[in-house]
């Protein structure tokens, strides 16, 4: 990571119209904007906020864009003109297949592209399952790595995220009920939030979720939307199940490599026993 010693990573909890491609990009466009003009680095958009998450295959294969397609390069530009990074999801199409994809774009362009690996009901039945890996990138505001919604049900993701050397994870998403028994805590956290709290800590990365809320027409979702930071520390969230709000937080971009040494000989990381277990990414192991 090269670069300022803090961030401001802001998270868009917005919801978008199913198969309002055009009008739900030009939202996303507003809030951009405005997280920009509020001194963010990095904003973080909803998985498949550009389409509108849905399950409706025919309509979202009319809308589906390619990755250099309408939502990428609007993003970018705006991305260009603040010198700033986007995250977010859309419908793209390769070929026939359609995938459920979320990039990361910088003043320099597309920096990571990459297609959810792990389908979550339904979704199975629209969408081709991701093939792109789990990629990083160095920026100006550290390493980013970035996987989507039930990706972080299965560990090993921001466990390789980490691995590999990201810092800051971010999470688009579109949490939603059903799949746990109780939507939301005391404190407001629904269970995917508290996820990601937990793998925060256990990974010393930073992990932003932004997630769509409240109804839109279809699918009921669970809003919870958060910035967590390598101690475990929510910064930012969660926040409420149904309200559309753009939140912001300062971060340290270096308490990622703070936070793999808690004091003493209490070294998380290099506490990992290569020698019983190792994780392997791409081809490498780690």
Same mark, same amino acid.
């Given at each position: 990571?090269?670069?300022?010693?803090?961030?401001?990573?802001?998270?868009?909890?917005?919801?978008?119209?199913?198969?309002?491609?055009?009008?739900?990009?030009?939202?996303?466009?507003?809030?951009?904007?405005?997280?920009?003009?509020?001194?963010?680095?990095?904003?973080?958009?909803?998985?498949?906020?550009?389409?509108?998450?849905?399950?409706?295959?025919?309509?979202?294969?009319?809308?589906?864009?390619?990755?250099?397609?309408?939502?990428?390069?609007?993003?970018?530009?705006?991305?260009?003109?603040?010198?700033?990074?986007?995250?977010?999801?859309?419908?793209?199409?390769?070929?026939?297949?359609?995938?459920?994809?979320?990039?990361?774009?910088?003043?320099?362009?597309?920096?990571?592209?990459?297609?959810?690996?792990?389908?979550?009901?339904?979704?199975?039945?629209?969408?081709?399952?991701?093939?792109?890996?789990?990629?990083?990138?160095?920026?100006?505001?550290?390493?980013?790595?970035?996987?989507?919604?039930?990706?972080?049900?299965?560990?090993?993701?921001?466990?390789?995220?980490?691995?590999?050397?990201?810092?800051?994870?971010?999470?688009?998403?579109?949490?939603?009920?059903?799949?746990?028994?109780?939507?939301?805590?005391?404190?407001?956290?629904?269970?995917?939030?508290?996820?990601?709290? @937990?793998? $925060?800590?256990?990974?010393?990365? &930073?992990? =932003?979720? #932004?997630?769509?809320?409240?109804?839109? *027409?279809? !699918?009921?979702?669970?809003?919870?939307?958060?910035?967590?930071?390598?101690?475990?520390?929510?910064?930012?969230?969660?926040?409420?199940?149904?309200?559309? @709000?753009? $939140?912001?937080?300062?971060?340290? &971009?270096? =308490?990622? #490599?703070?936070?793999?040494?808690?004091? *003493?000989? !209490?070294?998380?990381?290099?506490?990992?026993?290569?020698?019983?277990?190792?994780?392997?990414?791409?081809?490498?192991?780690?």
């Amino acid at each position: 990571m090269t670069g300022a010693t803090s961030a401001t990573v802001a998270i868009a909890q917005i919801t978008g119209r199913p198969l309002a491609s055009t009008a739900n990009r030009a939202r996303t466009l507003e809030v951009i904007a405005q997280a920009f003009g509020n001194g963010a680095n990095l904003i973080v958009l909803p998985e498949m906020i550009v389409p509108g998450y849905c399950l409706d295959a025919a309509g979202l294969a009319d809308i589906a864009e390619p990755i250099d397609g309408p939502s990428v390069v609007a993003w970018t530009e705006l991305a260009a003109q603040h010198n700033g990074y986007v995250a977010g999801g859309f419908c793209e199409r390769n070929r026939e297949a359609l995938y459920n994809t979320a990039v990361l774009v910088g003043p320099n362009g597309l920096l990571l592209h990459y297609r959810k690996l792990h389908l979550f009901d339904r979704e199975k039945e629209i969408f081709q399952p991701g093939d792109r890996g789990l990629p990083i990138v160095e920026t100006t505001i550290g390493t980013i790595g970035i996987c989507v919604c039930y990706d972080l049900r299965f560990v090993e993701v921001v466990r390789a995220l980490a691995l590999r050397g990201a810092e800051i994870i971010a999470v688009p998403t579109a949490w939603v009920t059903g799949f746990d028994k109780r939507s939301w805590d005391t404190d407001g956290y629904c269970p995917q939030a508290r996820g990601a709290v @937990v793998q $925060a800590n256990l990974n010393q990365v &930073t992990i =932003a979720c #932004a997630s769509q809320a409240g109804s839109n *027409g279809d !699918i009921e979702f669970l809003g919870s939307s958060l910035i967590v930071d390598p101690y475990g520390k929510p910064v930012a969230g969660p926040l409420g199940g149904d309200e559309e @709000v753009l $939140a912001r937080a300062e971060i340290d &971009t270096d =308490a990622a #490599a703070k936070a793999r040494e808690r004091g *003493g000989l !209490i070294s998380p990381r290099a506490d990992r026993r290569t020698d019983v277990y190792q994780l392997s990414i791409g081809g490498e192991l780690y």
